[in-house]
């Protein structure tokens, strides 16, 4: 079976550090995506991993485990906009489409 | 990132309507296209994936007579909501996928409100 879980939702303050976490359990695995998505808008690319290991671009950096099924989306000195729905989404070679978590709402606060 | 983009952006219809909805990859060829349902503060939930020329394969629970979809080109897709009801309410989204699994790209999402 496939199996993707995050935190429903997450509250920081403006200007800090904030950490979601992605488990998942997925035959077929082929890479793990992150989506940001603001109310009422569609969701917008933010990283891919494939190979274990942490991906840096600007403010958000994402991280990989392969062995253990985990993932992170990191994102550093938070603005007010970077309030939204995160999503995690792990590809399955398999049955060939991305398989999405429940996505992790994520409020900034000033 | 790769352009989608989907038309309309929001449509309202009555009871009984059917509705046209499509999705463009602008600048790449998308060998794949995807039709997603957002209802709110939920996930996206995916209703069927579309490869040009072929059949689209809908996900279980989905009925494939009510939504109709056609993948005519590598760069259009629509989706046909026959039949409206008031549950069919909902966002829906397409997403584009080219031969690469890294470039999977999402549509600005339609709003159907069916009255």
């Known amino acids: 079976g496939q199996n993707i879980d995050q935190p429903t939702e997450m509250t920081a303050t403006e200007g800090a550090i904030v950490q979601i976490n992605c488990t998942y359990q997925t035959s077929g695995f082929n890479g793990l995506f992150w989506y940001q998505q603001h109310a009422g808008e569609a969701p917008t690319f933010l990283s891919y991993n494939v190979l274990d290991g942490l991906e840096e671009k600007g403010r958000f950096s994402s991280f990989l485990s392969r062995s253990k099924g985990y993932s992170y989306l990191l994102l550093k000195e938070l603005q007010m906009k970077d309030s939204a729905s995160y999503l995690c989404a792990v590809w399955n070679t398999g049955f060939q489409k991305l398989v999405f978590g429940t996505g992790t709402r994520l409020l900034v606060s000033p | 990132g790769a352009v989608v983009s989907q038309h309309p952006s929001w449509v309202i219809c009555k009871s009984g309507t059917s509705v046209k909805i499509e999705c463009r990859s602008l600048d790449f060829q998308a060998t794949t296209m995807f039709w997603y349902r957002q209802f709110p503060k939920q996930s996206l939930m995916l209703m069927a994936t579309?490869?040009?020329?072929?059949?689209?394969?809908?996900e279980q629970g989905v009925e494939k007579d009510k939504f109709l979809i056609n993948h005519a080109s590598l760069t259009l897709s629509t989706l046909t909501v026959t039949s409206a009801h008031p549950e069919d309410s909902s966002f829906y989204i397409c997403?584009?996928?080219?031969?690469?699994?890294?470039?999977?790209?999402f549509g600005p999402g339609t709003r159907l409100t069916v009255t």
């Open positions: 997403s584009a996928r080219s031969n690469r699994v890294s470039e999977q790209y």
């Open positions: 579309s490869n040009e020329g072929s059949k689209a394969t809908y």
